[in-house]
Protein backbone atom coordinates (compact mmCIF):
# COMPACT_ATOMS: atom_id res chain seq x y z
CA UNK A 1 0.00 0.00 0.00
CA UNK A 2 0.71 3.69 -0.04
CA UNK A 3 3.75 4.33 2.84
CA UNK A 4 3.50 8.09 3.48
CA UNK A 5 7.31 8.98 5.34
CA UNK A 6 7.89 12.63 7.18
CA UNK A 7 11.04 13.93 8.57
CA UNK A 8 12.04 15.11 10.55
CA UNK A 9 10.06 13.26 13.47
CA UNK A 10 10.49 16.07 16.28
CA UNK A 11 11.83 19.46 15.35
CA UNK A 12 12.71 22.56 18.39
CA UNK A 13 13.03 25.91 17.25
CA UNK A 14 13.44 29.18 18.76
CA UNK A 15 10.54 31.52 18.21
CA UNK A 16 11.33 33.42 14.81
CA UNK A 17 13.45 30.58 13.10
CA UNK A 18 12.33 29.25 9.99
CA UNK A 19 11.81 25.38 9.49
CA UNK A 20 10.94 22.87 6.47
CA UNK A 21 8.99 19.96 7.05
CA UNK A 22 9.01 16.67 4.40
CA UNK A 23 7.14 14.34 3.45
CA UNK A 24 7.86 11.46 0.85
CA UNK A 25 5.74 9.10 -1.05
CA UNK A 26 5.48 5.36 -2.26
CA UNK A 27 3.70 6.34 -5.09
CA UNK A 28 2.28 8.67 -7.23
CA UNK A 29 1.56 11.92 -5.50
CA UNK A 30 -2.47 11.94 -5.60
CA UNK A 31 -4.32 15.09 -3.61
CA UNK A 32 -1.78 15.62 -1.02
CA UNK A 33 -3.09 17.57 1.95
CA UNK A 34 -0.89 19.46 4.97
CA UNK A 35 -2.39 19.32 8.29
CA UNK A 36 -1.52 20.79 11.70
CA UNK A 37 -2.77 19.06 14.65
CA UNK A 38 -2.71 22.13 17.78
CA UNK A 39 -1.48 20.52 21.47
CA UNK A 40 -5.30 20.60 22.49
CA UNK A 41 -6.06 17.58 19.70
CA UNK A 42 -7.41 20.03 16.58
CA UNK A 43 -6.82 19.08 13.06
CA UNK A 44 -6.44 22.22 10.58
CA UNK A 45 -6.35 21.74 7.17
CA UNK A 46 -3.39 23.81 6.36
CA UNK A 47 -3.34 23.30 2.56
CA UNK A 48 -4.35 21.18 0.02
CA UNK A 49 -1.64 20.57 -2.66
CA UNK A 50 -1.60 17.72 -5.14
CA UNK A 51 1.06 19.70 -6.93
CA UNK A 52 2.89 23.36 -6.95
CA UNK A 53 2.86 25.50 -4.37
CA UNK A 54 0.61 27.66 -2.04
CA UNK A 55 1.07 30.22 0.53
CA UNK A 56 -1.11 31.22 3.18
CA UNK A 57 0.87 34.03 5.64
CA UNK A 58 3.76 32.51 7.18
CA UNK A 59 3.14 29.04 5.40
CA UNK A 60 3.46 27.98 2.36
CA UNK A 61 4.07 24.58 1.15
CA UNK A 62 5.44 22.86 -2.28
CA UNK A 63 4.71 19.58 -4.15
CA UNK A 64 6.61 17.99 -6.76
CA UNK A 65 4.37 15.22 -7.86
CA UNK A 66 7.17 13.54 -10.54
CA UNK A 67 9.27 13.27 -7.79
CA UNK A 68 7.07 12.02 -4.84
CA UNK A 69 7.80 14.62 -2.14
CA UNK A 70 6.30 17.62 -0.53
CA UNK A 71 7.85 20.33 1.59
CA UNK A 72 6.09 22.78 3.87
CA UNK A 73 8.04 25.74 4.98
CA UNK A 74 7.03 28.02 8.13
CA UNK A 75 8.90 30.79 8.13
CA UNK A 76 9.18 32.88 11.29
CA UNK A 77 7.84 30.47 13.63
CA UNK A 78 5.45 31.61 16.74
CA UNK A 79 4.65 29.00 19.84
CA UNK A 80 1.18 29.37 18.64
CA UNK A 81 2.71 27.11 15.78
CA UNK A 82 3.68 23.98 18.25
CA UNK A 83 1.88 20.53 17.70
CA UNK A 84 2.10 17.70 14.90
CA UNK A 85 2.27 18.25 11.44
CA UNK A 86 0.74 15.66 9.43
CA UNK A 87 1.23 14.88 5.40
CA UNK A 88 -1.84 12.85 3.79
CA UNK A 89 -2.03 11.03 0.62
CA UNK A 90 -5.51 9.90 -1.16
CA UNK A 91 -6.04 6.92 -2.12
CA UNK A 92 -9.31 5.94 -3.20
CA UNK A 93 -11.72 7.52 -0.65
CA UNK A 94 -8.96 6.86 1.54
CA UNK A 95 -6.41 9.45 3.27
CA UNK A 96 -3.32 8.07 4.59
CA UNK A 97 -1.13 9.79 7.35
CA UNK A 98 2.20 10.24 7.88
CA UNK A 99 3.46 9.67 11.11
CA UNK A 100 4.00 13.51 11.57
CA UNK A 101 6.65 15.63 12.64
CA UNK A 102 6.15 16.97 16.60
CA UNK A 103 7.36 20.78 16.20
CA UNK A 104 7.91 22.43 19.60
CA UNK A 105 8.55 26.44 19.27
CA UNK A 106 10.16 28.10 22.33
CA UNK A 107 9.54 31.49 23.12
CA UNK B 1 -13.70 26.88 13.08
CA UNK B 2 -13.83 24.37 10.31
CA UNK B 3 -17.58 24.18 10.26
CA UNK B 4 -17.41 20.25 11.17
CA UNK B 5 -19.36 19.56 14.78
CA UNK B 6 -18.93 16.50 16.73
CA UNK B 7 -20.34 15.96 19.99
CA UNK B 8 -19.77 14.82 22.67
CA UNK B 9 -16.36 16.27 23.34
CA UNK B 10 -15.54 13.32 25.81
CA UNK B 11 -17.19 9.75 26.93
CA UNK B 12 -15.90 7.59 29.90
CA UNK B 13 -17.55 4.44 29.72
CA UNK B 14 -17.20 1.03 30.84
CA UNK B 15 -15.96 -2.50 28.88
CA UNK B 16 -18.92 -3.88 27.44
CA UNK B 17 -21.08 -0.71 26.82
CA UNK B 18 -22.17 0.81 23.99
CA UNK B 19 -21.61 4.67 22.72
CA UNK B 20 -22.93 6.69 19.73
CA UNK B 21 -20.80 9.38 18.39
CA UNK B 22 -22.29 12.30 16.52
CA UNK B 23 -21.02 15.08 13.73
CA UNK B 24 -22.82 17.22 11.86
CA UNK B 25 -20.72 18.55 8.40
CA UNK B 26 -19.93 21.53 7.19
CA UNK B 27 -22.63 23.00 5.24
CA UNK B 28 -22.41 22.13 1.63
CA UNK B 29 -20.48 19.32 2.22
CA UNK B 30 -21.42 15.83 1.30
CA UNK B 31 -19.00 13.52 2.39
CA UNK B 32 -18.74 12.15 6.05
CA UNK B 33 -15.61 10.42 7.14
CA UNK B 34 -14.83 8.90 10.37
CA UNK B 35 -11.19 8.30 11.69
CA UNK B 36 -10.00 6.95 14.88
CA UNK B 37 -6.58 8.44 16.57
CA UNK B 38 -4.81 6.09 18.97
CA UNK B 39 -1.66 6.69 20.17
CA UNK B 40 -0.48 3.31 18.88
CA UNK B 41 -1.53 3.59 15.38
CA UNK B 42 -1.57 7.11 14.70
CA UNK B 43 -4.56 7.91 12.47
CA UNK B 44 -6.76 5.51 11.17
CA UNK B 45 -9.70 5.29 8.41
CA UNK B 46 -12.67 3.66 9.21
CA UNK B 47 -15.49 4.54 6.45
CA UNK B 48 -16.69 6.93 4.29
CA UNK B 49 -20.39 7.84 3.86
CA UNK B 50 -21.81 10.39 0.83
CA UNK B 51 -24.96 11.49 0.55
CA UNK B 52 -26.47 8.85 2.66
CA UNK B 53 -24.83 5.97 1.60
CA UNK B 54 -21.48 4.30 2.75
CA UNK B 55 -18.82 4.94 0.27
CA UNK B 56 -15.82 3.26 1.26
CA UNK B 57 -14.51 0.97 4.38
CA UNK B 58 -10.97 1.39 6.34
CA UNK B 59 -10.10 -0.75 9.64
CA UNK B 60 -13.69 -0.42 10.76
CA UNK B 61 -13.84 -3.08 13.84
CA UNK B 62 -17.69 -5.50 13.34
CA UNK B 63 -18.68 -3.89 16.63
CA UNK B 64 -18.26 -0.42 15.07
CA UNK B 65 -21.15 0.59 12.63
CA UNK B 66 -22.07 4.47 11.02
CA UNK B 67 -24.53 5.71 9.54
CA UNK B 68 -25.57 8.86 7.22
CA UNK B 69 -28.90 10.40 7.49
CA UNK B 70 -31.20 12.35 5.09
CA UNK B 71 -30.08 15.47 6.73
CA UNK B 72 -26.02 14.42 6.15
CA UNK B 73 -25.48 14.13 9.87
CA UNK B 74 -23.96 11.19 10.85
CA UNK B 75 -23.18 9.12 13.83
CA UNK B 76 -20.75 6.21 14.68
CA UNK B 77 -22.02 3.47 16.95
CA UNK B 78 -18.91 1.85 18.77
CA UNK B 79 -20.45 -1.73 20.88
CA UNK B 80 -18.91 -3.97 22.96
CA UNK B 81 -16.49 -1.52 24.13
CA UNK B 82 -12.72 -2.80 24.91
CA UNK B 83 -10.13 -0.72 26.51
CA UNK B 84 -8.37 -0.25 23.47
CA UNK B 85 -11.11 1.16 22.21
CA UNK B 86 -10.14 4.38 24.02
CA UNK B 87 -8.73 7.10 21.39
CA UNK B 88 -9.55 10.73 19.81
CA UNK B 89 -12.55 9.57 17.14
CA UNK B 90 -12.57 12.56 14.49
CA UNK B 91 -15.67 13.14 11.78
CA UNK B 92 -14.53 15.11 8.75
CA UNK B 93 -15.95 16.19 5.93
CA UNK B 94 -15.36 17.36 2.10
CA UNK B 95 -17.82 18.38 -0.84
CA UNK B 96 -17.66 15.66 -3.44
CA UNK B 97 -17.64 11.73 -2.99
CA UNK B 98 -13.94 11.42 -3.62
CA UNK B 99 -11.01 13.33 -1.67
CA UNK B 100 -10.46 15.84 -4.69
CA UNK B 101 -11.07 18.99 -2.08
CA UNK B 102 -9.81 19.79 1.29
CA UNK B 103 -10.76 17.28 4.00
CA UNK B 104 -11.74 19.60 7.02
CA UNK B 105 -12.03 17.51 10.62
CA UNK B 106 -13.99 18.21 13.75
CA UNK B 107 -12.37 18.66 17.07
CA UNK B 108 -13.05 15.02 18.13
CA UNK B 109 -14.73 12.90 20.41
CA UNK B 110 -12.11 11.86 22.94
CA UNK B 111 -13.72 8.02 24.59
CA UNK B 112 -11.80 6.40 27.48
CA UNK B 113 -12.96 3.02 28.39
CA UNK B 114 -12.47 1.86 31.80
Known amino acids: GIQVEQSPPDLILQEGANSTLRCNFS?????LQWFHQNPWGQLINLFY???GTKQNGRLSATTVATERYSLLYISSSQTTDSGVYFC?????????FGEGTQLTVNP | DSGVTQTPKHLITATGQRVTLRCSPR?????VYWYQQSLDQGLQFLIQ???????AKGNILERFSAQQFPDLHSELNLSSLELGDSALYFC?????????????FGNGTRLTVT
Open chain 2, 92 to 104: ASSVGQGLNSPLH
Open chain 1, 27 to 31: DSVNN
Open chain 1, 49 to 51: IPS
Open chain 1, 88 to 96: AETSGSRLT
Open chain 2, 27 to 31: SGDLS
Open chain 2, 49 to 55: YYNGEER
